[in-house]
């Protein structure tokens, strides 16, 4: 019989999609600060979706590592 009370992750899974959803926020955050009409400046076009692309392969990355202590 499989136990059926334990998480479908490691401890290291969610801490690493934690600190994606972190940088996804951050990246969202950094898009809105940006002073250029219609965000069209540096921050708006280039940096934050630079940073959400960053946040979003960090959430590949924690879905798809193995944390060895989870069997």
Known sequence: MENKDRLAF???NYILML????VLV???IIMTLDTEQYG?????ITLGPLVV???????????LVK???HQ
């Open 53 to 63: 692309l960053a946040g979003f392969v960090i959430e590949f990355f924690a879905i």
């Open 19 to 22: 600190v994606g959803i972190v």
């Open 40 to 44: 069209l400046g540096f921050m708006g």
């Open 10 to 12: 490691g401890r290291k």
């Open 26 to 28: 951050i990246g969202f």
């Open 67 to 69: 944390d060895k202590n």
